[in-house]
């Protein structure tokens, strides 16, 4: 019997050994996992997400021939944009977003299996990436119905990336730093494309790491590779970089980009100042633990990995912000909690270290108080409420369709007032129906300056105004735009829950 057993597992290291066998195993993961827990995408779900809603609609506006920021505003990188109209491109609608989360995450798996297996054995570099995943459920899940096609959802495919060819670079794994050109290019090539999504997570999870590797050049005085490091990274950084500024430059359309990328978002997180005074508030200092406790690991298992940890974990927890919201921390799986279930299945005497690490992991504030051993409890009843959710869902965009049937121009929609509140998203209505908006900011708290040209119906005096009663109308507007919309427009259609009515102009 125990032959029979030794044998049985030695058939699975082989099957873990097989490449087409680990591929067809992180897919089916992958599958299930996008299928089921990011509704925002999956096609068996019709809800469209809050900010998801907008970076589809960002992506359609681009297909349509609109420029990001220039003739729409968001304040996310333009590579999320120019994903979703990709994933547009190949399939209408959520499929073909669906599929590419689906390719995305299965590299990504099949990459942190790929790094564990360099520190651990295959069984239990499995194990590593099957508690990721279970980690990305426990994170994502708590920010409600809005899982999937996030910011963070697509930062960590190249953060993988290029945390799977630092480590390959550093001597982790046989003593030897590397300084291989493509690899280095590589790893620009991502922190380029992760900066234009968002910039906090491309400087914090992949500049992090590249500073570890430099950290352990100049400790085996290996000094002369620095220069060839920094070169190769900024050559791979400009490939991305040139033609997005050349795309822009273009289309007359650099200012609006800087501004939306950088400017906006400056305004939005307080600056450098505030981040740094942030980390001495009290809503911060209980994600602290989790970063301590990675890098105290790595001092008793891993020190050359340390090296990698430390400049990433200091990072992350400044340009985490002050807002913390719990998908930011989607972001933290490749390196920081890919790095904690690795060390604590690697081989070591430090029993007293692990044990302490995985309590504290289960006492993490992701999970707002709840007990993680509900999660399969969870798991159920999010069945059972989803079941009688979708139906409605399904209802509610039906619905919504009828409010567009009778406007001949539907490019020349205003967006009033759509947004998204507890019980209801109208904003996403408009990308259910492949309505790109007439108006700059068809999200009003986007826009700075409430009464900038931008958002004034009057000057504007745009054909169609789409106004939902179920989201409030602009206080600096209100009582000037109803008589306005009185006097000037006529109700061409409505429908009810969502309680939208579309005007056309006199």
């Not at 708590?142 to 480590?167: A, H, K, M, P, Q």
């Not at 390959?168 to 234009?196: A, D, P, R, W």
């Amino acid at each position: 019997m125990k032959n029979a057993k030794f044998s049985c597992m030695g058939k699975f290291d082989v099957l873990l050994s097989n490449k087409f066998f680990c591929c067809a195993l992180f897919l089916i993961i992958s599958f299930v996992f996008v299928l089921f827990f990011e509704t925002a995408v999956s096609p068996i779900f019709a809800e469209q997400g809050c900010d998801s809603s907008v970076f589809k609609l960002m992506g359609l506006a681009i297909l349509k021939g609109k420029v990001p920021y220039r003739d729409l505003f968001d304040h996310k990188g333009p590579v999320m944009y120019f994903i979703q109209a990709f994933a547009q491109m190949i399939i209408p609608g959520r499929y073909g977003i669906f599929i590419l989360r689906t390719v995305s995450l299965t590299f990504c798996s099949l990459l942190w299996f790929k790094i564990s297996k360099w520190f651990i054995a295959p069984k239990r570099g499995l194990l590593v990436v099957l508690l990721t995943f279970f980690t990305y459920y426990s994170i994502e899940s708590l920010y409600g119905r809005e899982c999937g096609n996030l910011t963070e959802d697509w930062s960590i495919l190249f953060i993988t990336i290029s945390f799977y060819n630092v480590v390959k670079l550093s001597q982790l794994i046989n003593g030897k730093i590397q300084c291989e050109y493509l690899k280095l290019i590589t790893i620009g090539f991502c922190f380029s494309c992760c900066f234009f999504i968002r910039p906090n997570d491309a400087v914090a999870f992949i500049g992090g790491p590249v500073i570890g590797l430099l950290w352990l050049l100049i400790e085996n005085k290996n000094c002369k590779k620095i220069g060839i490091v920094i070169s190769c990274v900024a050559t791979g950084a400009l490939i991305i970089c040139i033609p997005v500024i050349i795309y822009f430059l273009a289309n007359n359309a650099l200012y609006d980009f800087w501004y939306g990328l950088i400017g906006y978002n400056s305004m939005y997180s307080g600056g450098i100042r505030c981040m740094l005074l942030e980390c001495f508030r009290v809503n911060k200092y209980q994600y602290l633990p989790i970063l301590v406790t990675v890098c105290t690991m790595a001092w008793y298992i891993n020190k050359s990995m340390l090296r990698l940890l430390i400049p990433t974990c200091i990072l992350c927890y400044i340009l985490l912000g002050s807002l913390c919201f719990d998908h930011y921390f989607i972001v933290w799986l490749p390196v920081v909690f890919l790095a904690f279930w690795i060390l604590l299945f690697s081989k070591s005497n430090c029993w007293g270290i692990k044990v302490l690490s995985l309590m504290l992991y289960f006492s993490l504030s992701f999970y707002c108080g709840r007990n993680i051993l509900k999660i399969p409890y969870r798991l159920y009843s999010d069945y059972k409420i989803y079941k009688g959710i979708v139906p409605k869902e399904v209802e509610f965009y039906k619905r919504s369709s009828c409010v567009f049937e009778d406007v001949k121009e539907t490019d020349s929609i205003w967006s009033y007032n759509l947004g998204w509140n507890d019980s209801v998203n109208t904003f996403g209505v408009l990308w259910k129906n492949g309505i790109v908006p007439d108006n700059r900011f068809p999200l009003v708290f986007l826009c700075e300056d409430m009464m900038s040209e931008d958002m004034d119906i009057t000057v504007n005096n745009p054909k169609y105004i789409l106004l939902s009663k179920d989201n409030a109308m602009l206080s600096t507007y209100a009582e000037r735009d109803s008589l306005f919309i009185v006097e000037k427009y006529k109700v061409l259609s409505s429908c009810n829950n969502p309680n939208l009515v579309m005007y056309e102009r006199k």
